[in-house]
């Protein structure tokens, strides 16, 4: 069983950056692909971000393209999401996610696939 604890959420102004973390527990972190999902109230979780066990294979959202850039340190059991040039439509909670994959294989983007979730942070951009 994988415990998630996401920090580092926050205010921020339009053109605004903040760094979210993920930290894992009771699992071996990197037998695990990670994924960042965010939900907006009254909306669908939607997918941002996932990230092979061996961080060399990585997917974004087309909506983070550019902006966004996950990553993770497998010796301390965290996946960080850099968000750059935050925008309103950004606002959300941001939750991480973990499924076991193959080493060079990413989760996909169905929050159905993933098997643990953490708790989610919110994030606020205002205009």
């Known amino acids: 069983q994988v415990q998630l604890v996401e920090s580092g959420g926050g205010l921020v102004q339009a053109g605004g950056s903040l760094r979210l973390s993920c930290g894992a527990s009771?699992?071996?972190?990197?037998?695990?692909?990670m994924g960042w999902f965010r939900q907006a109230p009254g909306k669908e979780r939607e997918f941002v971000a996932t990230?092979?066990?061996?961080?060399?294979?990585?997917y974004y959202a087309d909506s983070v393209k550019g902006r966004f850039t996950i990553s993770r340190d497998n010796a301390k059991n965290m996946v960080y999401l850099q968000m750059n040039s935050l925008k309103p439509e950004d606002t959300a909670v941001y939750l991480c996610?973990?499924?076991?994959?193959?080493?060079?294989?990413?989760?996909?983007?169905?929050?159905?696939?993933?098997?643990?979730w953490g708790q989610g942070t919110q994030v606020t951009v205002s205009s």
């Open positions: 990230i092979a066990r061996s961080a060399i294979v990585i």
């Open positions: 009771g699992g071996t972190f990197s037998n695990y692909a």
């Open positions: 996610a973990a499924v076991q994959r193959s080493y060079h294989s990413t989760g996909s983007n169905q929050p159905r696939d993933y098997d643990y």
